[in-house]
């Protein structure tokens, strides 16, 4: 009898202890959450590289998915503070240019005159010329303004030159002088506008870049751990920078970030040298550099394939604007063609690359409070034919330009990084040193004289 009360009591003593352990865990893994999503939250509103260093080490432990899925929530209360600040400043622009404008006109903030997106947005198509759709690749052979046939009083001189700054776009924009001629060429390479795209969003801006493809070079880049390439992939270099003879050539115009990471949608890439890092997938938004420097964006397998002139290729996602036409889908939250990363509804930094309908001219976009969709409209106002998205998140997107070092003689770099925004990441010596995800960098084309 004693033994059996002994035994009970033995029973009943170790219920509440692991009662207790049980108790003790569930508190651990509450707080271990509660710290996860602290830290997603609302350290990327202080410090966007601690929040980026945050994220990509939970990835690692509780998956993309689910890092994703706290980084949507960050993004909501990042977009409530974000209306609430517009509201108090007065309506004060949340984006400002870094660098005055090349003709030295004082421009600390975007212009407010520019075109807001219409009250209702839909997809719709961008207003373009009547006759044959010309290439999309921009061959430098091929660019420029031809007087029509059958009139011979006419001369290529009598007509207006178009260029970055005065070439029409579908919203009008007034573009601004950001890169000037250089070398013999009397025309601007790169001029710079904004629009605001998202009319629920009057805070949201996004910065355009328009670039004269007939004056430079495009060059990509993989970065020195981004993107992982495919099992099998032979070794191959991967310093992650602009190299250093480019650097020195006195030819560096600017450089902008690429896509998203392998883990986020394993997007293709191919670099020159013909090796490719990841393979392309069919039907997705590819940007193609091509051995006589042209440059085409379109959908791999449609508009773009392997060529025995195909240099260079980076893909991520579907196209945002195709054919003139935003993506009807550019809201779905398919996770296996728009990425394993946050909803295309959140609202963070993004960006973005297009095409002119002639190939003359890229579009390069980023801002912030921006969805897939109001980017999407951001680039089409930009004049892009066709569209994709690069790298979100506001410590990945970047795009800087190159001026020589104040002092060549003291300073380890030949030029110097600047922002195109202020609100944008990067040191001086941003794509000039080691950086680990991949980019695209400008080079001026040589001219004669």
Request: glycine letters at 8%; hydrophobic letters at 40%.
């Amino acid at each position: 009898m004693s033994n059996t009360v002994q035994l009970t009591e033995k029973q009943s003593t170790k219920k509440p202890r692991r009662r207790r352990g049980w108790v003790r865990a569930l508190k651990i893994t509450l707080v271990i959450f509660v710290l996860m999503f602290v830290g997603l939250v609302g350290i990327p509103i202080v410090s966007p590289s601690a929040g980026a260093a945050i994220a990509d080490g939970l990835r690692s432990i509780i998956g993309p998915e689910a890092v994703a899925a706290i980084e949507s929530v960050s993004f909501q209360i990042q977009d409530v503070f974000n209306q609430a600040r517009y509201q108090v400043s007065g309506g004060q622009a949340q984006v400002t240019w870094a660098d005055p404008v090349a003709d030295g006109s004082s421009n600390a903030a975007p212009p407010t005159s520019n075109k807001t997106a219409p009250a209702r947005p839909s997809p719709s198509t961008v207003p373009q010329t009547t006759g044959n759709q010309p290439s999309l690749s921009a061959s430098p052979q091929t660019r420029g303004n031809q007087p029509p046939p059958g009139n011979d009083s006419m001369t290529a001189q009598s007509l207006p030159v178009l260029n970055v700054l005065n070439a029409p776009s579908p919203a009008n924009l007034d573009w601004q002088l950001f890169v000037g001629p250089t070398g013999a060429s009397n025309q601007p390479i790169m001029a710079r506008a904004s629009v605001k795209p998202d009319p629920t969003r009057p805070y949201a801006m996004a910065a355009l870049v328009r670039i004269d493809l007939a004056q430079v070079r495009l060059n990509v880049v993989p970065g020195t751990m981004e993107p992982v390439a495919v099992k099998g992939v032979p070794a191959f270099p991967r310093p992650g920078m602009i190299p250093a003879a480019d650097q020195a050539s006195g030819n560096l115009l600017a450089a902008f970030n690429g896509g998203f990471k392998s883990v986020h949608g394993s997007y293709g890439m191919m670099i020159p040298g013909g090796v490719t890092i990841l393979p392309p997938q069919d039907n997705l938004a590819t940007l193609a550099l091509y051995q006589d420097g042209s440059v085409r964006i379109g959908a791999w397998g449609r508009d773009i394939t392997t060529t025995a002139d195909l240099l260079a290729y980076r893909q991520n996602c579907p196209l945002l604007v195709d054919a003139g036409q935003i993506n009807p889908h550019v809201n779905d939250e398919n996770r296996k063609e728009w990425g394993y990363t946050i909803k295309n509804l959140d609202t963070t930094w993004r960006s973005g690359v297009g095409i002119s309908q002639d190939g003359r001219f890229l579009i390069y976009a980023a801002g912030g409070s921006l969805t897939t969709e109001s980017l999407a409209r951001a680039l089409q106002q930009g004049g892009a034919y066709y569209a994709m998205q690069l790298d979100i998140n506001g410590f990945y997107t970047r795009f800087v330009t190159y001026q020589p070092s104040a002092n060549p003689k003291a300073d380890v770099l030949p030029v110097t990084a600047r922002k195109l925004l202020n609100e944008m990441q990067g040191a001086t010596n941003q794509f000039l040193a080691p950086y680990d995800r991949d980019f695209f960098y400008l080079m001026a084309r040589p001219t004669a004289g």
